[in-house]
C-alpha cells in the first residue's frame, strides 16, 4: 500500500486481510464526523476486515468485531492518527434487518442512526439499497473476492444523493 494520501474514486486490489485493513486505514484519512460509509460484497469479501481498518485509521477505542447478532456497535473516539481530530465510529450491520420494505426502514430508524450522522462516523456492512437514504450523501466501497486466490478488489467512492422532490 502507499503512503499516498486516498483520493476516491479508487479501484484496488488487496491481496491479502491485512492489505484490507489498510486500505481501510487509508480510507479513514478522508473520512470526517458526519461521514456515511456503505460496505457492499458477498459474504467473506472482507467488510469487517475493512471497518476494523478504518477503526485503527480513525483511532477509536474498543475491538472492533462484527455487530451481526447486536445490529450496531458505538466506538468511542481515541487519539487519532496524522493529527486529525477524533472521531466516534458506529459499525452497523444490516444484515439481520428486515432487508426490505417499510419493515427495514422501521428498524433502521429504531437505530437513531441519523442523530450518530452528525457526530460519528457510520459503517453499515450489508447496507446498500437501504442506508442511502439517510444522508445527502456517502461513501460506497463495493469489495469481492476471487475465490480461487482469496484476492480481494475494491471500489471506493463519493456519492451524492439524488433527491426528488415529493409532489
Do not use: N
Not at 464526523?33 to 459474504?43: E, F, H, K, R
Not at 434487518?97 to 427495514?104: D, E, I
Request: charged fraction near 25%; glycine fraction near 10%; proline fraction near 5%.
Amino acid at each position: 500500500m502507499s503512503d499516498e494520501p486516498l483520493i476516491l474514486p479508487v479501484d484496488v486490489e488487496l491481496a491479502t486481510a491485512a492489505d484490507t485493513a489498510e486500505f481501510g486505514a487509508r480510507l479513514a484519512d478522508v473520512l470526517v464526523a458526519g461521514d456515511l460509509v456503505i460496505l457492499d460484497g458477498p459474504l467473506g469479501a472482507g467488510k469487517t476486515a475493512m471497518t476494523k481498518g478504518i477503526a485503527a485509521g480513525l483511532g477509536v477505542q474498543g475491538r472492533v468485531t462484527s455487530p451481526t447478532f447486536v445490529i450496531a456497535r458505538e466506538h468511542r473516539a481515541g487519539s487519532r492518527p496524522h493529527g486529525l481530530p477524533p472521531v466516534t465510529l458506529v459499525h452497523v450491520d444490516a444484515y439481520r434487518l428486515g432487508m426490505t420494505g417499510q419493515s427495514a426502514l422501521d428498524e433502521l430508524d429504531a437505530l437513531d442512526l441519523d442523530t450518530d450522522l452528525t457526530d460519528a462516523v457510520v459503517v453499515v456492512e450489508w447496507g446498500e439499497g437501504l442506508v442511502e437514504k439517510l444522508t445527502d450523501g456517502h461513501v460506497s466501497v463495493h469489495l469481492t473476492r476471487d475465490p480461487d486466490s482469496d484476492v480481494r478488489r475494491a471500489t471506493a467512492r463519493r456519492v451524492e444523493s439524488v433527491v426528488t422532490p415529493q409532489h
